[in-house]
């Protein structure tokens, strides 16, 4: 007999009409989900949707419903796996153009994982105090921490919302939030940044980049918007916070949000697969449970 996931929800009336109570929820406990007797790992393929998983491990498509809820799922179009096609047509709608997903900056991360080279004790000993907490030291027996053979980046993923916040004295009002706009010296591009606040007199970048604190009190330097096209001269850039120093620059590189969106949907590919047996189970328990 077919299981459907509403089928389980119960009648209210609503506005003098009968419904599904469809503001129920219900979650699988974390030490369910923890359980390698229940489960096994699975990576979605491209274009497979849950119905189709469900019709060849549990014989019913329509038990989709099961990989949504063990796999924490709340929206069922992008919180499941998109193929490339499905993915693109996201960013589109959400970015407005794949140019401005791949130039918006995100956050700043820690990239450990561009350069793992071993360096030696003489060469960590001889950096600035501050970056010394990007390494870890190296041991020819790790567990009897014995004969230190020098340090290696440290593999975590230290996130910063931004690197500087940079403010100019120009009319911010013809910028979009959040836009992208470009710092011109005469018709020369000297840096970059994202719109984060806008006054009528001032305009403040986030996510910087290149010489964008340049200013000599002349009328050259320009802000140029990326989506609006508008542009502002300025005579003055005042840095209001320098949250990435300099010396720390090439220990952090910026997250375009065309890469946060992939990694999160990469992360949908890896599911948990209830095994069969329980599906049956599951579907009791869920209907006592929302009954």
Known sequence: MTERYFEKFQNITY????ARNITQRAVVLNSVYSSPMLFYPYDIEQGERPD????RYYKDEYLGWILHLTNKVVDPYYDWYLDQETFEAFI???YGSLVTATSKVKFFRNNWYSNRNVITVDSYESLDGSL??????VYADPDLLIRLLGYIRKAEDWKKTTNAIVTYNAPGEAFLNDEVV???FGSSIIGRGQICARTATTTTIQH???NVTLDVG???FKLV???????EVYTNATLLLDIIPANETNYWEPVYCYDYENEINERNKSIQVLKAEYSGQISKELKTLLG
Not at 15 to 18: C, I, M
Not at 132 to 137: G, I, V
Not at 225 to 231: F, H, L, T, V
């Open 15 to 18: 506005a003098n009409t009968v």
């Open 225 to 231: 918007g990326r989506e609006s096209n508008n542009e």
């Open 132 to 137: 010394k907490k990007f390494y870890d030291p």
């Open 52 to 55: 189709n998983i469900a019709d």
């Open 218 to 220: 002349i009328n050259p």
């Open 208 to 210: 910087t980049s290149g």
């Open 92 to 94: 589109l709608k959400k």
């Open 182 to 184: 470009d710092v011109y």
